[in-house]
């Protein structure tokens, strides 16, 4: 590979790893695609770099003008460090509960944070940025819940390098999140092999939402309505914070340092494949671990660790 | 026969504040009409008026989401540990 123009030509080409040697079946091999390789950190590089060059290709983005993003970390983080490539000024609105070093590497690019309540969770971070996106018309609003440009990264990247690189795919499985993942990566994969299941992973809402006051204030993606999320996905399962920080020091046994949410995908892929007994999975880690080291998530007690992260957002 | 149900932080003061409370049913329809038929509060909160599950709610069968199974017509046995709780935002998003 050549000398590349750019830091934002990085983006997407991740490299898969098989880690079948954590797999319960002898018969079902697991692969996962390496995301954090991305150089902002995140999977969330690609949406942040097709949603910035669609709405700069429609006009809704113009040069100089402000960005303002709901994020509980790594969207934010790879939106700030397009935006700084291409000269835009940044606001992401995130949960106050979320690691300190997602603060420190926003810091990094100049982005600047609004903190939303904790106790609200994601829910309230994404009902502060509407708010203020209808208060603010001069902001450019990519939202990346409702940006098709989200799952289409997904369509066109993510998908294709897996099939490339994995063929004999026969599930996927992947955090749910804003759902583009799932949805973008999913659809490609299904439209090559109709036989071919999708199954999503979620942490638990529990704690996160305790702000929430009304069973009508929950939220679904709309991208995931959009681009037919119910009937894509094939199973659904919650994953808690205890199976997650298990996995993950389990990865890092196999040399593999990857974020919580990775280690609730590698979970999620585990309950697959005692499940099939035979077949290929192909998960999705999202990032590394080096946004996790203040949790103490490797090395510190199960136990405290699972408390904490019971109250800090790591997904 | 009872199975555990376990309630989000949104709907305990329909149930006087508890955290998981047991109902009867062979299936998740019939686990959640005992459960509003117990704590009418609930009703409209988790079922529609047409019966089917309130949008912004996810129901779990021991972590799995029953719109992925079988929905209400899902299959619950003793010891199965039912979980309710609304949909969020989610994500490292």
């Known amino acids: 590979m050549g000398a590349r123009r750019s830091v934002l030509d990085l983006i997407g080409n991740t490299p898969m790893v098989e880690v079948s040697e954590l797999s319960p079946a002898p018969g079902v091999r697991i692969l996962a695609k390496l995301e954090g390789r991305n150089p902002g950190g995140s999977v969330k590089d690609r949406i942040a770099l097709s949603m910035v060059e669609e709405a700069e290709k429609d006009g809704t983005l113009s040069p100089g003008q402000t960005l303002l993003e709901p ?4 969207t934010g983080i790879g939106l700030a460090m397009v935006a700084r490539v291409k000269g835009y000024p940044v606001k992401i609105v ?63 990247g993510t998908g294709p390098e897996i099939w490339r690189d ?19 990566v999913g659809r490609y994969l299904k439209e090559r092999n109709p036989d071919l299941q999708v199954w999503a992973v979620e942490p638990p809402s529990g704690e996160m939402v305790d702000g929430l006051r009304n069973l009508d204030d929950g939220y679904i993606p709309p991208i995931f309505s959009d681009w ?18 298990w996995w993950t020091r389990r990865l890092a046994e196999v040399g593999i340092f990857c974020g919580i949410s990775s280690g609730c995908a590698m979970a999620g892929a585990v309950r697959c494949a005692l499940a099939i007994g035979e077949g290929v999975i192909v998960t999705v880690f999202p990032d590394d671990g080096w946004k996790y080291l203040s949790t103490d998530a490797w090395t510190g007690d199960l136990d405290a660790v699972v408390e904490r992260a019971k109250h800090i957002m790591y997904f | 026969m009872p199975v555990e ?5 949104v709907l305990r003061p329909h149930a006087a504040g ?18 509003t038929a117990h704590f009418p509060g609930m009703a409209g909160q988790v079922l529609t008026s047409d019966g089917s599950l309130h949008r912004f709610v996810n129901v779990y069968v ?18 199965d540990v039912v979980s309710i709780l609304p949909a969020v935002a989610g994500g490292a998003g």
């Open chain 1, 71 to 74: 994020s509980s970390g790594n």
């Open chain 1, 94 to 156: 995130m949960p106050a509960n979320v690691s300190i070093e997602r603060r420190q590497l926003l810091a990094v690019w100049g982005a600047e944070i609004i903190e939303s309540p904790a106790s609200e969770g994601s829910n309230g971070a994404v009902r502060m940025a509407q708010r203020m996106a209808g208060e603010h018309p001069e902001y450019a609003f990519l939202y990346q819940y409702g940006n098709p440009g989200n799952p289409r990264a997904h369509y066109e």
């Open chain 1, 166 to 184: 994995c063929p004999e795919v026969t599930h996927f499985v992947a955090g749910l999140g804003t759902s583009g993942t799932l949805l973008g």
């Open chain 1, 228 to 245: 037919g999320g119910p009937e894509l996905l094939d199973r659904k399962a919650v994953i808690g914070p205890r199976d997650s920080i």
């Open chain 2, 5 to 9: 149900v376990r309630l989000p932080t």
């Open chain 2, 18 to 35: 508890s955290s998981a409370v047991e109902a009867q049913g062979a299936t998740i329809g019939e686990v959640l009409g005992d459960l």
């Open chain 2, 62 to 79: 021991n972590d799995d989401d029953v719109r992925y199974l079988d929905k209400l017509d899902t299959k619950v046995s003793d010891h």
